[in-house]
């Protein structure tokens, strides 16, 4: 859509609701119509235009900041000095707080059926081939529906758009976005397992997802690798308030045969200094800051079985848990969500 809310040519769309509500600014209700004319993956050009009012909905709505207090008070985490660890049942927003802002960190098993995890696994695979596909000339039409990205994404070839050719096909990081297909479905599954209300409550405000910070990734195993430890708030802005949704799709982290996250279960707000102390990156906290803090609150390394999901903030210390008995690929989902208020706009807000 462009901005005077008339549908890009390019669309099989002149759906006279659709017009009508793009006509003025309602993306919800013309959202609502597109996914009553298709499910998810049903037909390409249809989910493609419901993506790209998804992300272009932010700067065309009003996003009130309904409550003032943040972070709320958590009064006592559930073990301090360690991840919360709780089953899906005992998700809510309470658990969420004590966990994400009394623990650091809240792992939540079996967020997700086995058969959702295996679904997003085969569907992590095919994107991945589709993106190899497109950037060496050879897609087909199925490709071109598993991977395109949106003309709503601002800013041209981005971070993972610019492999091109150099893309490989068995490994690596996609935006959720750039498979419109693959972004409904998780829409959809979100929806099922209630985060939109879940994520209103704690925010105190609607939650966004974002076309940068969502992100698909079939990670190889590196037995000689160390993955630099970092916190996201370093590169997200201030005044934010999200959250993120890590979903392991494989079995990973501990004795698992793929890695893991090595994730520090502390609750103080603060940003580390970066690139000093032995680090790599002028983003990464140095080794020897890390050690400093692992005298009050040792790295964890948990294990996460398929469809376990873990909750973290902006401060959580984390890396990719590389180790030297890996041999398996680690499949994931990572989802930040936004209070929509305070959504960085270069982050790229998505409605969800
Ligand atoms: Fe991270």
């Avoid at 065309?60 to 919360?84: T, Y």
């Avoid at 071109?144 to 070839?157: E, H």
């Avoid at 102390?277 to 040792?298: H, M, N, R, S, Y």
Wanted: hydrophobic share 40%.
């Amino acid at each position: 859509m462009n901005h005077t809310g008339t549908p890009h040519p390019e669309y099989p769309m002149s759906d006279a609701m659709v017009v009508e509500a793009l006509g003025r600014n309602d993306y919800p209700t013309a959202i609502a119509r597109l996914e009553s004319l298709a499910a998810p993956g049903e037909n390409a050009l249809i989910d493609q235009f419901n993506l790209d009012l998804r992300i272009e909905a932010h700067r065309h709505m009003r996003w009130p900041e309904l409550s003032g207090g943040w972070p709320a008070e958590v009064q006592q985490p559930p073990v301090p000095g360690r991840l919360a660890d709780i089953p899906a049942a005992a998700l809510d927003v309470e658990t969420l707080r004590a966990g994400v802002l009394g623990s650091g960190g809240v792992i939540v098993r079996e967020l997700l059926k086995p058969s959702q995890a295996e679904e997003l696994r085969q569907g992590i695979d095919r994107v991945l081939a589709a993106r190899h596909a497109v950037a060496n000339g050879q897609a087909d039409g199925a490709d071109k529906t598993w991977y395109g990205r949106s003309r709503s994404v601002a800013g041209g070839p981005v971070q993972f758009g610019t492999l091109g050719a150099n893309a490989p096909a068995d490994s690596g990081s996609v935006w959720a976005v750039d498979s419109p297909v693959m972004a409904l479905k998780l829409i959809s599954l979100y929806r099922q397992l209630g985060l939109p209300a879940l994520l209103h409550d704690y925010f105190g405000e609607d939650a966004l997802l974002s076309v940068k910070k969502w992100v698909l990734r079939k990670v190889k195993p590196n037995p000689q690798q160390q993955a630099g430890w970092h916190q996201d708030g370093r590169f997200l802005g201030d005044g934010i308030r999200t959250v993120n949704m890590w979903i392991a799709l494989s079995d990973c982290g501990g004795d698992a045969a793929a890695p893991g996250m090595d994730i520090i279960p502390a609750s103080r707000r603060v940003i580390h200094e970066t690139g000093t102390q032995g680090a790599a990156f002028d983003w990464t906290v140095g080794a020897g800051l890390v050690a400093e803090i692992e005298k009050t609150t040792p790295a964890e390394n948990p294990r996460f079985r398929p469809g376990d999901a873990l909750f973290f903030d902006e401060f959580n210390l984390h890396r990719t848990g590389f180790a030297p008995h890996h041999t398996a690929y680690r499949y994931a989902v990572e989802s930040w969500f936004f209070a929509a208020s305070r959504a960085p706009a270069k982050q790229q807000p998505v409605l969800f």
